[in-house]
């Protein structure tokens, strides 16, 4: 199986992983949550500006971490898209250099994708088809994995994604940024059954609602409205108990979609990719109902939810396996559907 060097950079972190087939060899990420959190959130100028300063170090890092040179690499991979442009042409240009240097084939890697094979490196025995919850800052998706590649959209989200919620309650409740892991741990401190939240239905024009369509927007307003209620009555605010409510109804509603979306498809295999699968309330409602249904539900390792070059790597090594190589003219999209995967490909 062929041996990947890829690069990550859709958002803020610079990442570097030497992957072959599923086994990670180095696996390398600059995070620049320090520099983000002065601005309540990813500044993009400031972002791809940190990732031309990391880039270099990252590669050399990677090569030296898995003992390896270039002669030992067989393909050179990273994400175009979807991300912020800027920080995703920093990391597609040095790939392209690298592979033109080095005389190696060059694969362009949809984000999402990665996330999907992210569960590849935990569970190295993974075959499709199954179905992919995919909970990241700006997606929320059930995918219908078939195959490298091949892949059907089950249900989204129509406003909000989960992570996106999640930032925006904890900017709401001034407890800072990243807010998912600010959430997830104050929470554990709180009474989750303390308020009740709406899980948010999404509605159809013709009446009913989209079964595994999420809508995270209405619960961030039942926050906001909750904190303003308590404030106009000179009450104080019960933070812990707020984030453990606000939690568990995102924990509920994105659990609910998966299970009826899995068994009304016949999938006995759910995986979950993204930042958000590192939550611990999604993990423990999502393994209790899948228990309960006799599914099997796999998560990445904590490492392997956030953004990393190792899924991107795995992925791309698939697909590289399969003759699939992209276009030294390959750009970088804000937003691709993972519908048109194979586009990046020839």
């Given at each position: 199986m062929p041996t990947v060097l890829a690069i990550e950079t859709s958002c803020d972190e610079t990442a570097v992983a030497i992957v072959n087939n599923r086994e990670v060899l180095s696996n390398i990420v600059a995070s620049q949550i320090?520099?983000?959190?002065?601005?309540?959130?990813?500044?993009?100028?400031?972002?791809?500006?940190?990732?031309?300063?990391?880039?270099?170090?990252?590669?050399?890092?990677?090569?030296?971490?898995?003992?390896?040179?270039?002669?030992?690499?067989?393909?050179?991979?990273?994400?175009?898209?979807?991300?912020?442009?800027?920080?995703?042409?920093?990391?597609?240009?040095?790939?392209?250099?690298?592979?033109?240097?080095?005389?190696?084939?060059?694969?362009?890697?949809?984000?999402?994708?990665?996330?999907?094979?992210?569960?590849?490196?935990?569970?190295?025995?993974?075959?499709?088809?199954?179905?992919?919850?995919?909970?990241?800052?700006?997606?929320?998706?059930?995918?219908?994995?078939?195959?490298?590649?091949?892949?059907?959209?089950?249900?989204?989200?129509?406003?909000?994604?989960?992570?996106?919620?999640?930032?925006?309650?904890?900017?709401?409740?001034?407890?800072?940024?990243?807010?998912?892991?600010?959430?997830?741990?104050l929470a554990q401190k709180g009474d989750s059954s303390a308020f009740k939240l709406p899980e948010g239905r999404v509605s159809l024009p013709e009446g009913g609602y989209h079964p595994y369509d999420t809508s995270f927007s209405g619960l961030k307003t039942a926050v906001l409205r909750l904190v303003q209620q308590l404030e106009q009555k000179n009450l104080e605010i019960p933070v812990a108990d707020v984030a453990a409510s606000f939690q568990n109804t995102v924990a509920r509603a994105l659990t609910k979609r998966a299970i009826n979306c899995a068994l009304d498809f016949g999938l006995d295999t759910i995986t979950v990719g993204g930042g958000v699968a590192a939550n611990s309330a999604l993990r423990e409602h999502l393994v209790s109902a899948a228990q309960t249904h006799n599914l099997r539900v796999l998560f990445p390792s904590l490492k392997f939810c956030t953004d990393n070059a190792a899924m991107i790597g795995c992925c791309a090594a698939d697909h590289l396996s399969r003759g699939h190589t992209s276009s030294l003219n390959l750009g970088v999209e804000s937003r691709l559907s993972l519908s048109r995967v194979m586009e990046l490909y020839r």
């Open positions: 320090s520099v983000h959190k002065n601005y309540g959130g990813v500044v993009p100028e400031v972002a791809s500006r940190l990732h031309l300063e990391t880039i270099n170090e990252a590669v050399a890092l990677g090569l030296e971490k898995a003992q390896l040179d270039w002669g030992e690499i067989d393909g050179v991979a990273a994400t175009c898209a979807p991300g912020l442009v800027g920080a995703l042409l920093v990391g597609l240009t040095a790939a392209k250099t690298l592979a033109m240097v080095n005389s190696l084939p060059f694969l362009g890697v949809h984000h999402l994708e990665g996330h999907i094979y992210a569960n590849y490196l935990t569970e190295t025995t993974l075959q499709p088809p199954f179905l992919s919850l995919l909970v990241s800052g700006g997606h929320t998706s059930l995918i219908h994995v078939k195959d490298c590649g091949m892949y059907e959209s089950l249900g989204s989200t129509r406003d909000d994604a989960a992570g996106e919620a999640f930032d925006k309650v904890a900017r709401l409740l001034k407890l800072g940024y990243p807010g998912g892991p600010i959430i997830d741990q």
